[in-house]
C-alpha cells in the first residue's frame, strides 16, 4: 500500500489546487490517496495502447448559435452576489509582489 | 397521492393548488426537523406559485401536466434569487441570478417548488453525511443514510414532503439513494435533460433526474424536463420522450440481460450481499414470467468501471471547482494578496471529501501522471462504450442491482472513502457511457430495508426502460 503518493507530492498538488492542508490532513490525505490509487491499478496496469481515449460520451463539436441580438443576463445582479465589485467589474486584493 | 393524480385533481378544479401545498408544508414543518432532508423550505414562494396555479384553473385555462404536484430541488440546481449552496459553505450568500432550465420547466408546467434539498457536498459522496449543514436521515430508519448524493430529494419524496424531486446523478446519486428510500430514480441519457444551472461537478458524467413514488410520475415529469436546450451545448437535439404511453405496453418479446459482473456470483465485483443479489434474481424471474426472455450478458470492463470512476470524475471535478475562489460568488476569507485569498477562501469554504477528491484529480491531471491514470481512464471509457455496444446487440435492457448493499447505519463507513466509495460500482458505468438507468424498488433486504433494482439500456432507450419498469413496479413484493 505504501508510497503510491508521498508526503512531499501531496503538499505539493495542495499548493497546485491552492489548499492549505493542516500535517493531520496531509497525513490523512497521503493513506487515503494512496488506497485510492492502490484501488486504481487495474486502470493503471491495463494494456490499452491503441485504444482511443473517449473524454466525453457524446460525439462533440462545437454548438454555435445564429449572429443574433439578444438580451443577455444583467451584469450587476451577477456583480450583486459577488464579495466584492467596483466600477462594474470584480475587486479582488493586489496580484503583484505575489510568489509565481 | 401520485403526482399525476395531484395534477388531475387540479386541473380540474376538484382539489386547490393551495390545499395540496398546505398538506405537504405541513408535511415537511412535522417530519424535516428530523430528517433534515431540506436546506431551505419556500413556504412564501410556494403558496405563491401555488395561488398563481389556482388562478389559472378558475381563469378556464390549463396550468400544465404537473399542476400543483410539490416538487423538491436538489439544492445544486441554481434558483433565481434564492440561496443555492451544494450544501457547501463556500457559497454562502449566493443567490444566483438566474434559473436552471429544469426549474424553469418544472414552474412552466404547472409544478411548485417547496424547496431546496441538502446533499453530499458538491454532489461528492453516496451518503449524505458529507454536507455543511449536517446529514440527512432515511425516513424508514432514521438510524441509516438515505443514500447519496441526492439524499435530501430522495428521502423528501420517500416521507411524503414533496411529490416529487429533481436530483442530479454522477455516478449514481440518483439512483443508490432512490434504492436506499424505496423510491423510483432515473438517470436518463446523458444530453437528454439540460444541465444548464446545474453547477457543475464531473461535466462529462452529471445529469439530472427525477425521484418519485412510481414509475408513471418518473416518466411525467421527464416528459417535462426532457428535451433540447439551445443554453447547454451538450444537450441532444432530439424530440422529447414520450413515455406515458408506452408504460402500459409490458415486456412481451423483451430481451432482458442479466449483467453478469455486476450481480454477484463468480466473475462479478465483490461486495454484493446476498439478500440484494436474491432479488435481483427475482426482478429477473419476473420480468420472465411476464413474458422477457433472460440471458445472462458478460461486460467485463464493468469490473473497472469503479477506478476509472475515481480517476475521471475527481479530475474533472477538481477543475470544475478552481471557480470557487472567492472572486465571483459566496465566501471571501480576506487576506492581503489575491492568492492568498483564493488559498484561505478555498481552504475554510469546502469540506474534507471535496478536498480529497480536489486533490485527487489535480494528482491525476498533473505531470507525469497523466497517462497512467486519467489518460488510461478514457481509454477505459472507450472500452466499455464498445462492450456495452456488444451486449446491447444480444439484449434490450440490462438488469443489476442498484447499490450492493441497502442503507447502512449513519456513520459506519465515514472513516474510510473506498468503503463508501464501492457504493457506486453497479450505477457508475451508465455515467462513464452516458446511458440511462433507472432504480425500481423491488422488496426488502435482510434487515427490512429496500432494495432497488436497476434496469439500463443504451442511448435514448428511455422508453424501453419505462416500458419494463412499469412491469418491474406492478410484479414487485
Redesign the interface.
Given at each position: 500500500m505504501s508510497e503510491r503518493i508521498t508526503r512531499d507530492e501531496v503538499i505539493h498538488v495542495a499548493r497546485l489546487a491552492r489548499l492549505e492542508l493542516t500535517d493531520a490532513e496531509i497525513d490523512e490525505f497521503t493513506g487515503q490517496l494512496g488506497d485510492i490509487l492502490e484501488h486504481a491499478a487495474d486502470v493503471e496496469a491495463l494494456d490499452v495502447g491503441d485504444i482511443e481515449p473517449t473524454s466525453h460520451p457524446l460525439p462533440m463539436s462545437n454548438v454555435l448559435r445564429a449572429d443574433v441580438r439578444r438580451l443577455s443576463l444583467e451584469r450587476n445582479e451577477f456583480l450583486a452576489q459577488a464579495p466584492a465589485a467596483e466600477a462594474g467589474q470584480f475587486r479582488v486584493p493586489p496580484i503583484l509582489g505575489e510568489e509565481p | 397521492m401520485s403526482a399525476l393524480d395531484i395534477a388531475a385533481a387540479v386541473r380540474s378544479g376538484e382539489r386547490s393548488a393551495a390545499d395540496v401545498v398546505d398538506e405537504y408544508l405541513a408535511r415537511i414543518d412535522a417530519r424535516d426537523g428530523e430528517l433534515n432532508a431540506f436546506n431551505l423550505v419556500l413556504a412564501e414562494e410556494a403558496r405563491a406559485a401555488a395561488a398563481a396555479v389556482d388562478a389559472t384553473v378558475a381563469a378556464g385555462d390549463d396550468p400544465g401536466p404537473l399542476a400543483g404536484v410539490p416538487v423538491a430541488l436538489k439544492d445544486n440546481m441554481c434558483t433565481r434569487g434564492v440561496a443555492t449552496t451544494c450544501s457547501s459553505k463556500i457559497l454562502e450568500g449566493?443567490?444566483?441570478?438566474?434559473d436552471a432550465t429544469v426549474v424553469e420547466r418544472l414552474a412552466a408546467a404547472g409544478a411548485v417548488a417547496v424547496g431546496k434539498t441538502n446533499l453530499d457536498e458538491f454532489a461528492m459522496g453516496s451518503s449524505t453525511e458529507n454536507s455543511a449543514f449536517g446529514p440527512t436521515r432515511n425516513p424508514l430508519d432514521v438510524d441509516r443514510v438515505p443514500g447519496g448524493s441526492s439524499g435530501g430529494s430522495a428521502a423528501a419524496v420517500a416521507a411524503g414532503l414533496a411529490a416529487i424531486s429533481l436530483g442530479s446523478d454522477t455516478g449514481g446519486s440518483i439512483r443508490q439513494p432512490a434504492a436506499f428510500c424505496g423510491v423510483v430514480g432515473m438517470k436518463p441519457t446523458?444530453?437528454a435533460v439540460s444541465r444548464y444551472g446545474l453547477i457543475a461537478f464531473g461535466s462529462?458524467l452529471d445529469q439530472i433526474g427525477p425521484f418519485s413514488t412510481s414509475v408513471a410520475d418518473s416518466a411525467a415529469v421527464l416528459e417535462v424536463i426532457g428535451g433540447h436546450d439551445?443554453l447547454d451545448?451538450?444537450s441532444?437535439d432530439a424530440p422529447t420522450f414520450d413515455l406515458q404511453a408506452v408504460l402500459d405496453r409490458g415486456v412481451e418479446g423483451l430481451r432482458i440481460g442479466i449483467l453478469r459482473e455486476l450481480s454477484g456470483g463468480p466473475d462479478s465485483v465483490e461486495g454484493i450481499t446476498s439478500d440484494v443479489q436474491d432479488r435481483a434474481a427475482a426482478a429477473a424471474a419476473a420480468l420472465e414470467a411476464a413474458g422477457a426472455s433472460v440471458q445472462e450478458v458478460s461486460v467485463p470492463s464493468a469490473?473497472?468501471g469503479?477506478?476509472?470512476y475515481?480517476?475521471v470524475a475527481p479530475a474533472e471535478a477538481?477543475s470544475n471547482l478552481?471557480r470557487f475562489?472567492?472572486?465571483?460568488?459566496?465566501?471571501?476569507i480576506?487576506?492581503?494578496?489575491?492568492?492568498?485569498?483564493?488559498?484561505?477562501t478555498?481552504?475554510a469554504g469546502?469540506g474534507?471529501e471535496v478536498?480529497?477528491r480536489?486533490?485527487?484529480g489535480?494528482?491525476a491531471l498533473?505531470a507525469g501522471y497523466y497517462d497512467?491514470?486519467y489518460?488510461?481512464?478514457?481509454?477505459?471509457?472507450?472500452?466499455m462504450?464498445a462492450e456495452f455496444a456488444t451486449a446491447y446487440e444480444q439484449v434490450d435492457l440490462l438488469l443489476t442491482p442498484t447499490a450492493p448493499t441497502t442503507a447502512f447505519p449513519l456513520g459506519e463507513r465515514t472513516a474510510?472513502?473506498?468503503t463508501m466509495?464501492v457504493n457506486d460500482v453497479c450505477t457508475i458505468p451508465s455515467n462513464?457511457?452516458?446511458?440511462p438507468g433507472i432504480s425500481v424498488p423491488f422488496g426488502v433486504g435482510d434487515d427490512g430495508m429496500p432494495v432497488g433494482v436497476q434496469l439500463l439500456g443504451p442511448?435514448l432507450s428511455e422508453p424501453t426502460i419505462y416500458q419494463a419498469a412499469a412491469v418491474l413496479e406492478e410484479v414487485a413484493p
Open positions: - | 449566493w443567490q444566483p441570478p438566474y446523458y444530453g462529462s439551445p451545448s451538450t441532444i469490473t473497472l469503479l477506478s476509472a475515481y480517476l477538481s478552481s475562489d472567492g472572486v465571483r460568488f459566496g465566501l471571501r480576506d487576506a492581503p494578496t489575491t492568492g492568498e485569498m483564493m488559498t484561505a478555498r481552504t469546502f474534507t478536498k480529497r480536489i486533490m485527487l489535480t494528482y498533473s497512467a491514470f489518460g488510461k481512464a478514457l481509454k477505459v471509457r472507450t472500452l462504450l474510510d472513502p473506498m466509495y462513464l457511457t452516458g446511458h442511448a
